[in-house]
Structure formats: structure tokens, C-alpha cells
């Protein structure tokens, strides 16, 4: 049976209408388009608005499961608005589908990454003009989840047994935004991938949305987030091999 989707056009949502599912399954993936370190932070624009928006119309639907994609980047608990106020709105989001009239679940995901990004294409067109980019803290790390791994993720999650849970969805180890960029930048056959400069950096912040800037700061827990999805592994645990993916995808 088709999966019926509220959020259909973002990447996410693309990937997921190709597939199916057992059972009448309804999957929420409004507002994943911000759950990315890929954009400067455009995507939040009107976050609030949005997300609740599509977490009310999922709750309409007739089917007998909703899974709801959230965000593992909660977990460390943003101290400072704008990002402490978007945390505010994902977990209400998840308040309200957990209380809501369909029987459902959350699936916390790692910040995307895939072949389908269009952000990433445009950091592959920067790094072969040789600009920098804002590379935030080296020792910040942060989740990652493949694209192909968190449609998986939301698929192997739609079972009954996991009515009312809150499950998290991430691909390895946290790693930072610095070092999974000029690792990806050094796979394009950027030697040197360039960061903005500290002398630079408060000109680059009147460019750089100040949400994109925390989130690049904000650490993630080491031990990672628990529960799991049950059952279900990543088919990229190692964010090199998921690059690699990416780029073999891109080459043919």
C-alpha cells in the first residue's frame, strides 16, 4: 500500500512516495526541509507557522498509524533563541501528535544528507570556486542520517507496537559540521576546503542566519540518543561511506 504523506514536496517526501507500506500508513514530514546543516538557515523562514500547520492536517487523516518525523538536535537542549524557540516548536509538535486522535509515534531524526540535497550540490559548486564556508566549532558534534537511511527509519517504525513512543534515528557517532564538510570537500578534490576566517566572521554572520550559526555549536550527546528504532540499522553508519555513495550517485 502507498504511503500517504503530509509534507510530500520537500526531498524527504519525494524519496518517501517511493515507497511503500504495510497497512494504512500516514507519514508527517512537514518542516524536514530544515533538518539539515546544508542550508544557511533560509529554511527555518516561517518554521513555526508550517510545521504546526502540517502536524494539524496529518492528524486528519484517516489512517490507522502516523508516523511523525522530528528533529534529534532537541536532545541538546538549545539555550538561546532563534534555535531554543524552533526546539520549542518540534517538541510541541511531538506534544501534540502523542496526544492527539491517531494513534502514533515520533522518529527523532539526524540532521539529512544525500544525493537528492540541493544544498549540498550548491556546497560542491563553492568548493570548486574555492570559497569558505562557515564551519562552526571542530568539536561540536552533531547526528547525521543519510537520506535512504531515514526513509527506512520512518518505514520500519510504522508498526503498532510502537504507538505512543518517542524513537530516535541517526546514522553513527556524532560527528562535527567541520570535519563531515572538509571530508566531503576533500572527496570532490578540494585539498584545503577554506572556513571563514575569524577576522571575517562578523561580516559573514550578516550573511549567515544566526539559527545555522547555533546549530553548527550546538554538541550533541556522545553515548547518542536512545530508544532506536527497533529492528531497524542504518545502511550508512559511517558518514564516509554515505559520501561516497553521494558522489558515485551524482557521478552516474
Not at 30 to 38: E, F, K
Not at 141 to 168: E, M
Not at 210 to 220: G, I, T
Request: charged share 20%; aromatic share 8%.
Amino acid at each position: 500500500m502507498s504511503v500517504s504523506i503530509t509534507g510530500r514536496r520537500c526531498e524527504l517526501g519525494h524519496l518517501l512516495s517511493l515507497h511503500k507500506a504495510t497497512g494504512r500508513v500516514h507519514i508527517n514530514v512537514a518542516g524536514q526541509q530544515a533538518n539539515t546543516l546544508l542550508h544557511d538557515g533560509h529554511a527555518w523562514k516561517d518554521f513555526a507557522r508550517t510545521a504546526l500547520a502540517g502536524t494539524r492536517r496529518a492528524l486528519r487523516t484517516d489512517a490507522s498509524l502516523l508516523v511523525h518525523a522530528s528533529f534529534a538536535f532537541v536532545l541538546g537542549s538549545p539555550q538561546k533563541d532563534p534555535l531554543r524557540s524552533l526546539a520549542e516548536t518540534i517538541l510541541e509538535c511531538e506534544d501534540l501528535v502523542l496526544a492527539g486522535p491517531v494513534t502514533a509515534c515520533v522518529v527523532r531524526l539526524g540532521y539529512l544528507y544525500g544525493p537528492h540535497s540541493q544544498d549540498l550540490r550548491a556546497y560542491r559548486t563553492a568548493f570548486r570556486l574555492g570559497r569558505p564556508y562557515w564551519a562552526g566549532s571542530r568539536t561540536a558534534g552533531q547526528f547525521h542520517l543519510h537520506h535512504d537511511d531515514a526513509v527506512s527509519a520512518l518505514l520500519a517504525a510504522a508498526k503498532p507496537q510502537n504507538a505512543g513512543r518517542t524513537l530516535c534515528a541517526i546514522g553513527g557517532p556524532p560527528v562535527s559540521f567541520m570535519q563531515f564538510m572538509d571530508d566531503f570537500a576533500r572527496r570532490l578534490g578540494t585539498r584545503f576546503p577554506l572556513h571563514v576566517p575569524r577576522i571575517a566572521e562578523p561580516l559573514f554572520k550578516l550573511v549567515v542566519r544566526k539559527e545555522h550559526v547555533q546549530q553548527v555549536a550546538l554538541a550533541m550527546p556522545a553515548h547518542g540518543p536512545s530508544p532506536r528504532v527497533p529492528g531497524w540499522k542504518p545502511k550508512w553508519p559511517d558518514y564516509r561511506q554515505g559520501q561516497d555513495q553521494i558522489i558515485q550517485a551524482w557521478n552516474a
